[in-house]
């Protein structure tokens, strides 16, 4: 066992150029390292009894391994204005709105006009993108279900650092902001995916079977995804 606060010291000592947060995860049979292209740095996940030596020596091991994909990630993408911010795939320029009467946030004719103090600018795009994601993928995940003759509880949006939706075996849906900056038929995907398991909680060939009456031909958004992930979590 160790002291996580003494561990965070000595992994911060070792300069690797990039944070390092620290998860012990019961579930874990050994030590990994876990790319947070959020945070541009990376996660050690550590089993719930580990020495210090040991994972400090794991770390140190894999410094090449840290600084090539920390190089490899795209650089950070503002939200502020003069920025291209992606809606539903489609690129929109950030623009400021003068006219005082004008809503806060408005996206159209390939813009995002924002009205108010600059500096508040990114955080009100982030926070209409994550308004709009959340009205927006509700309707697309009860539209789905209702398909397959199933009910969604909740449709909810967060901001995970691993997976773009999840659903609970009581019917709650949950999904990434950031799927609002891809094309709809990633967003279609993602949805259909979760949806799915609201009939079968694993990943087996029946729950496929079933993504792929909602959404046929899934390789291609899935690749997509793959392609694209990195890109989408720069947006900060």
């Known amino acids: 066992m160790f002291r996580q606060e003494s561990l965070d010291e000595r992994i911060r000592a070792l300069g690797l150029g990039a944070p390092v947060t620290i998860r012990v995860s019961p579930k874990a049979r050994r030590l990994s390292l876990r790319v947070d292209a959020a945070q541009r740095g990376v996660e050690l996940v550590l089993p719930r009894r580990y020495s210090a030596e040991a994972a400090l020596g794991f770390v140190a091991a894999h410094r090449g391994w840290i600084a090539a994909r920390i190089a490899a990630m795209p650089a950070p993408r503002s939200l502020g204005a003069g920025a291209s911010v992606p809606v539903f795939g489609v690129p929109h320029r950030v623009c400021r709105e003068t006219d005082p009467s004008a809503p806060t946030v408005a ?78 038929a990633v967003i279609d995907y993602v949805v259909a995916h979760e949806v799915a398991h609201l009939v079968e909680m694993n990943h087996g060939p029946r729950f496929w079977r079933l993504v792929a009456t909602l959404v ?15 890109e989408l979590l720069a947006y900060a």
């Open 107 to 184: 996206i159209t004719d390939g813009e995002i006009r924002v009205r108010g103090d600059p500096a508040h600018l990114p955080r009100r795009v982030r926070d209409h993108l994550i308004a709009l994601a959340k009205r927006d993928f509700a309707i697309r995940a009860r539209e789905a279900a209702a398909r397959i003759g199933k009910s969604v509880v909740r449709v909810g949006v967060r901001d995970p650092k691993s997976r773009w939706g999840s659903c609970s075996s009581k019917g709650a849906l949950s999904f990434s902001w950031r799927l609002v900056l891809a094309p709809e």
């Open 216 to 230: 046929p031909d899934s390789d291609k958004p899935r690749a997509w995804l793959r392609r694209h992930r990195l």
